[in-house]
Structure formats: structure tokens, C-alpha cells
């Protein structure tokens, strides 16, 4: 058992400090939204009223934030008051340079951090069977298996600080990808007047088979697109990705097209809706 604190209970981070109390944690944790902080209490959770308080005394501090932006505006208040020698584990989703800088600047204050973006959506978080892709020491990884364990099924160590992002950036090429080509399977066999739902129901069976097909194709269906990972968040995801394929020196086509895509979503007035709604954006380009 130890004590955690959580810095960002959205979407994601709410169902996994969940876990952490269920798991034995003492979770301690703060979000700028006082329903989230309600969330924690009712799972059992602590709440505090700021970074600082959250943090004195963690053996693990832990941020689940929406961007870079957010990981650097808490970071001054963790690296100030979290105990030397504290677990950092940053679970967001942001570029391998900061996550490099984080692990420069925790190791300065003697803090041993690990980058550990996530994939499995919201579900896999209510369902605590994450995959996480971490970076960073090996020792710290072994250190941080616990809390892995009480929100993922598969983690993998990959590399140095930074690794773990630059997996999750591949990770949304292929999320991505696949939602587009889902939302053109789905607009042509409704236009040519299928059964779109028996249809998917087979492509689930065949080679064409994905998570995303099923756990969201009735969603789709449905033109249900509440979040779920928002296009605003996938936007923010196509950016780490293109400038990693160019810091890389290869191309990613597909993914540069994919970006195109999100980017319509989000012109269209889409940001807040589930990455699903790619499908509207294809719909709109056949006029439909
Ligand atoms: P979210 O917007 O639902 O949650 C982020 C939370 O951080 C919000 O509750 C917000 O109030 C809080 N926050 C923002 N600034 C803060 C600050 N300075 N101090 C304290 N709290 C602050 O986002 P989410 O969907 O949970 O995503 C979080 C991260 O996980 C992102 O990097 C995202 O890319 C990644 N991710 C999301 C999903 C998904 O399906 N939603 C899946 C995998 C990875």
C-alpha cells in the first residue's frame, strides 16, 4: 500500500484513482473541478485543495492531464513539494520532449519519474484493464508495477524517458486510421443501401477485425458520440505524432491524412465529441 496523490481526475484519471483506492492506496487527489473531487471522495479517495497539499508526503504522485500545457503548469508545485526520492508517474498523453525535460528537471530534485501514457480508452479505464506504455528507468519501472497493476492488464517498459510516448504516438496513428477507415466502411454500405450493422458484425469476425470495431461500432451507428477521447484531445495527439515522424526523418501518409480529417472535425465544430465523429466528417464529404 501507498500513498498517491492524483493530479487530474477527468475522463481517464477519475476511474483509474478509483482502482488505486480499491487496490489499498491511500489516494489523495486535486482537479480544478469540484465534481471531480466529489467523484474521488464518494470512490473512497481523499481531496485536496491544491497541487502542493496533495503531494507533501506522497511515495507516488501521479498527473493525468489533458496536454502539455497542464503537466508544465502543475510541475513547479510537484517538484517543490514532493518528498525526494517520490515515484513521479505522468500517465498523460504529451510530447517526448517535455516528458524528457519532466524527467531532467524530477531527477534534479531527486524524483525518479516514469512517462506512462495509456491506451484503452474510457472503457478500459472504468474496466482497469489499461495498456501502458512506459518510459524511463528500469528499477523505477519494477518500483511502479503496483499501481500498473491495479489500473492496466499490459505494460511494457520501452525505452528511456520519452520512450512511452513516442509508443502512444503510434498507438493513435493506428486509432486514428482506424476510426476513418470505419467511418468510410460504415458510409458505404449505408449508401449502397446494406445492412450496415450485419455488416460490421461480419467485419468483426474477418481480418478486418479491431477493438475499436467492437466496442464502438454500435456507438456509431447510433450517431452516438459523447466523449469517450475527445477530437480536441486526438488533434492535440496528430501534433505529437507529425512532428515525431519528422524529428524521425520518415513519412507517415496515412497519418498526415489522418490529421487532415481531425482537423476537419474540429473546423466542422466538432472538438468535444468522441473521435468517433470522424464519422460525421466523412459523411459530410459525400454530402450525407
Ligand atoms: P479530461 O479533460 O477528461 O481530464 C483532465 C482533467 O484534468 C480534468 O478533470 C481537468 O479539470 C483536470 N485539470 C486540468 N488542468 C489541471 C490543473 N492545472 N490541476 C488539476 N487538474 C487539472 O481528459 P481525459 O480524457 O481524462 O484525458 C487525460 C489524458 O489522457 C490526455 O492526455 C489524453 O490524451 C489521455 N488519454 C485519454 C483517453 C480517453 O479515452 N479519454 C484515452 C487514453 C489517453
Redesign the pocket.
Known sequence: MSRIAF????????PMAGHLVRAGHEVTG????ED?LARLRAAGGASAG??AEAVKGAEVVI?????DP?VE??LPEILGNAESGALYID????TPQTSQKVAREGAARGLRVLDA?????????IDGV?SIMVGGAPEDFEAATPVFEAIGRTFKLVGPAGAGQYV?AAN?LVVGGTYALVAEAIVLMEAAGVDAAAGLDVLAGGLAASRILDIKRESMLARDFR????ID??H??MGIILDAARGAEVAIPMGALTAQLIAAARAQGHGGL??SALLKVTESLSGR
Open positions: 493530479i487530474g481526475l477527468g475522463i481517464m484519471g477519475s486535486f482537479d480544478l473541478g471531480a491544491g497541487v498527473t493525468m492531464l489533458p496536454a497542464q503548469a502543475v500517465f498523460s498523453t504529451i501514457p495509456v491506451s484503452g480508452g474510457e472503457k478500459g479505464a489499461l502512444k493513435q466523449p469517450g477521447f475527445r484531445l486526438h492535440k495527439d468522441d473521435h
